[in-house]
């Protein structure tokens, strides 16, 4: 019965990805890009599996676009609501455009329905990892930080030390025994995304004691962390430019870089701050950046409907017009880091902290928060990521 529901579920899942091809024309290198999108969503091997998938995805897609597109819209402002519902189900219907980010996007204004054939959506993805895998890369690499962090230093890269980390309930590094010494920990999930798992825990008087109170001696720190997969890093602190627009916790660049010709470009970038209670930047407040000059031009709210903002909500200080340290340091860092040691990959998205010393890398990320990257910058495909696609497809 687990395996039936597990099934039911992941077929129910497939109602949301869109038809498994693009209907209609192509004109554009992200609609090309798409049309790998639908097979890359079914399951490989068993061919019976995968018609029942494709069936899934074909008479399931235009019930689950219409609920979604009702739900969508029952959030928004009553005027005109039955003329988004039907006019985000027909983009479904005809262009596998996702009722959700029909919404984000705001493709019933004029301004932003002229850029709908250069948007990248969220259903996108597995035509991102078709790209990669064709080119040999090894989701692994970014993935597993601790894989990460291994080639990056094998590379001289700068990133983020790595203290220790814990696999199936064993330390897998270092080869000595785990005794810290540093004043914060910042612990993370060792294949998580998005924050997944991480705490920072604060030296007091001969024990570390995290968030939530939790207080372990330093001798039994290894056997506390032991218990479940991550990786054990130093806490770093912001660079004072960037400081007093956090709650106190890390602020994170994302930088999206291509490959072409073994060149890496810089693509488009966003800042990450943290506010309220959270203790990662993630999905937090994002920040359009002018990639010339490294200077904040928009802020929206994502934890409050994508509101747009000018000031930090926890400490009022201004965001937008401000400029960023080590700009043109940390584009560098980005794309040297793509060419010279990740190269099998086509698109990647950077993670950077803006540390007092420098930027030091995060992680890599083969899934880059393409909808808060174009909430802020518009359309991707109005980028180099359209030349790039292009060159690989």
């Known amino acids: 019965m687990p395996r039936l529901r597990k099934a039911w579920a992941r077929l129910l899942a497939l109602t949301q990805y869109g038809f498994p091809f693009l209907p209609g024309r192509a004109s554009t290198p992200v609609e090309r890009l798409r049309r790998l999108t639908g097979p890359g969503h079914l399951p490989k091997g068993r061919r019976l599996l995968r018609h029942v998938a494709f069936a899934a995805m074909l008479f399931g897609w235009p019930a689950g676009a219409l609920r979604t597109a009702m739900r969508s819209a029952a959030s928004g402002p009553r005027h005109g609501r039955l003329r988004r519902i039907l006019d985000a189900w027909w983009l479904a219907v005809t262009r596998n455009v996702p009722p959700f980010e029909y919404r984000a996007y705001r493709l019933d204004q004029p301004e932003a329905r002229a850029g709908l054939p250069h948007y990248l959506f969220w259903t996108d993805l597995p035509a991102i990892a078709t ?82 109170g939790v207080r372990v001696a330093v001798a039994d720190v290894a056997d506390r962390m032991a218990k479940e997969d991550c990786i054990v890093q130093p806490r770093i602190a912001n660079h004072p430019a960037v400081a007093d627009i956090t709650n106190g916790a890390l602020a994170s660049l994302r930088v999206v870089t291509g490959l072409s010709e073994g060149r890496a470009v810089a693509l488009a970038a966003m800042l990450y701050l943290p506010s309220g209670t959270r ?81 030091l890398l995060l992680e890599a990320n083969a899934g880059w928060s393409a909808l808060h990257l174009q909430r802020l910058n518009g359309p991707l495909g109005l980028t180099d990521f359209s030349r790039i696609v292009d060159a690989h497809i």
């Open 131 to 212: 790209l990669n895998a064709r080119r040999g890369a090894d989701v692994r690499d970014v993935q597993d930080k601790a894989r990460f962090s291994a080639i990056c230093e094998a590379h001289g890269l700068p990133a983020i030390p790595t203290l220790a980390a814990f696999r199936d309930g064993r330390q897998i590094l270092p080869d000595l025994p785990f005794a810290p010494e540093e004043p914060d920990l910042w612990v993370k999930g060792l294949t998580g995304s998005g924050g997944q798992g991480a705490a920072h825990w604060r030296r007091e008087r001969g024990s570390y004691r995290d968030g939530n």
């Open 279 to 359: 203790t990662t930047s993630i999905a937090g407040i994002g920040c359009a950046i002018d990639l010339a000059r490294g200077v904040l031009t928009r802020a929206l709210d994502f934890r409050n409907d994508a509101r747009e903002i000018e000031v930090h909500p926890d400490t009022g200080n201004a965001i937008v017009g401000r400029t960023l340290p080590f700009w043109q340091e940390s584009l560098r860092l980005a794309t040297d880091a793509h060419q010279r040691a990740f190269d099998r990959f086509v698109f990647l998205g950077w993670d950077v902290a803006l540390a007092e010393g420098g930027p």
